[in-house]
């Protein structure tokens, strides 16, 4: 079932030609002035992401028919093809299992109104200042017929959407803090009260904007041209260049970046390939014991709060952001610098797979399997290459990325042995990992380039799917248990 698309000849008109939506020539442009008395707009970024060159995200609906095909499904359904899967399109497999996931959180029957899931949609990213993803719903929330007052702020929204203010807070920053309380006081409010199906749907639209904020902004994706900060009337500065060359990225600046940044990590992808060789020959000679595994854990969890995403000093979320959500300066960094410790979540205990898919899918039918999918999706994607080597086994680096990023949320696996982080993921590589993960709003485009200089911009991406989906499960497990536990 699909809510009905634009008519064909719609969809030729467009023709797809990807570029279009991001390009126009100053031959054009001149001319609509001249002959229309318009003023016509010019992309101010360089396409979809600040971070990857337009051309090589462009380039990937041209070679891979199954790309495209995606991509004219998502503009067929939803009159428009974002940013955030042109990015992903360099991993076709995950993006159709994203999109399907996504168009049933938002479009599909379902427990709450439709204008309801793009205002939790709104709340959720803004509690990370994603101005990208907060107005892209706040279009849909009024295209759906939600009501313009709210967008005034969560004051002016009903007050069994303000409820939902503490949990957005709490699942967004720190999720281990979340109980059975949290969940009984927005089960039981009386008239305002939330069902149990609407609170899985909540709890799932919350954790998916969140791990998209981390996402939005670990990619750099940019505005589209029609968005607000997408576009500017004014001329471009570089005037030996045409509008095209500057929205391709065809400047200078670009190519110097790559080779230092060659010059100074040559030989990276063989360092780590090298340990990963180790670290399996080390599995297969000795195996530590339960209490030495249980100690590196807990080691690396603390080590791991130590990690500080960001010199800049504090600054406070542009008020058109700020309204949608309450206590801002609430966030991951107070925790850590107090010295506090994230309690341990041991997976035997409460698992997505033993636990959490049941009660998604029982609640929120069919939902509990496409995030499952999507979970093994990204977890399991490999192409077999590290950088320009083929015929690699990656499993071992994405499970280490995986884990890292559960072991900062407190959950720990009794069968994985937490030394091999060290061995595998550099001060670089965790700094960028904490900062997407705990607070995306303060990434810049050093850390993105800072670590692994000589991978593809295609393997980055993967990282950033990995990064979102881990924390997404993360957030989720907590939210489930104290749910399972107010149920019991």
């Not at 939005?216 to 576009?231: A, L, M, S, W, Y």
């Not at 195996?287 to 249980?294: D, L, P, R, T």
């Not at 800072?450 to 991406?461: L, T």
């Amino acid at each position: 079932m699909r809510h009905a698309v634009a008519p064909a000849e719609n969809v030729e008109n467009h023709s797809f030609a990807v570029t279009g939506l991001f390009k126009i020539c100053t031959h054009c442009e001149r001319l609509g002035k001249k002959d229309l008395g318009i003023r016509i707009p010019r992309p101010l970024g360089n396409g979809p992401s600040r971070f990857i060159p337009e051309k090589e995200i462009l380039q990937i609906s041209k070679v891979d028919s199954r790309t495209q095909s995606i991509f004219e499904d998502a503009f067929a359904a939803l009159g428009r093809l974002d940013n955030i899967s042109l990015v992903m399109g360099f991993h076709p497999q995950y993006l159709e299992s994203f999109l399907r996931t996504q168009h049933y959180l938002l479009q599909m029957d379902g427990p709450l109104p439709l204008h309801y899931r793009h205002y939790i949609g709104i709340m959720a990213a803004a509690r990370h200042q994603c101005s990208y993803l907060v107005n892209l719903h706040v279009n849909d929330f009024l295209q759906v017929g939600g009501d313009p007052k709210w967008l005034n702020g969560l004051f002016e929204a009903p007050q069994k959407l303000q409820q939902l203010g503490e949990l957005n807070k709490i699942l967004a920053h720190r999720p281990w803090l979340l109980t059975k309380e949290h969940i009984e006081g927005l089960l039981k409010a009386e008239e305002h009260s939330w069902s149990l199906a609407e609170l899985i749907h909540a709890v799932v639209l919350l954790t998916h904007y969140h791990s998209l904020a981390s996402f939005t902004f670990g990619c750099g994706i940019t505005p589209e041209i029609h968005c607000d900060g997408g576009h500017t009337f004014r001329p471009p500065s570089l005037s030996q260049y045409c509008v095209c060359d500057i929205a391709n990225g065809n400047g200078h600046a670009n190519h110097h970046d790559d080779l230092l940044g060659n010059q100074d990590m040559c030989g990276e992808v063989e360092v780590l390939m090298e340990r990963m060789k180790q670290l399996q020959e080390c599995r297969d000679d000795e195996e530590a014991s339960q209490e030495e595994m249980a100690t590196r854990f807990e080691r690396e969890k603390t080590e791991s709060m130590l990690v500080v995403t960001s010199e800049d000093e504090e600054s406070a979320p542009p008020r058109d952001i700020s309204r949608h959500f309450e206590d801002p300066s609430y966030g991951y960094k107070d925790f850590s610098r107090r010295g506090e410790q994230v309690p341990t979540f041991r997976a035997q205990d409460y698992s997505w797979e033993d636990h959490g898919f049941s009660l998604v899918n029982r609640l929120y039918p069919d939902v509990g399997q496409m995030l499952d999918e999507k979970f093994h999706m990204v977890y399991n994607l490999t192409y077999n290459t590290m950088a320009t080597h083929k015929d690699v086994d990656t499993s071992m680096l994405r499970r280490a990325i995986w884990n890292y990023i559960h072991c900062m949320f407190g959950i720990r696996y009794d069968d994985y042995d937490y030394g091999e982080i060290n061995q595998l993921l550099d001060r670089s590589f965790k700094i960028y990992i904490k900062t997407i993960v705990c607070s995306p709003e303060k990434t810049t485009k050093r850390m993105y380039e800072s670590f692994w200089r000589q991978f593809q911009h295609s393997e980055k991406v993967h990282v950033n799917l990995l990064l979102m989906e881990a924390r997404m499960q993360a957030e989720l497990l907590y939210a489930l248990r104290a749910i399972t536990r107010y149920m019991t």
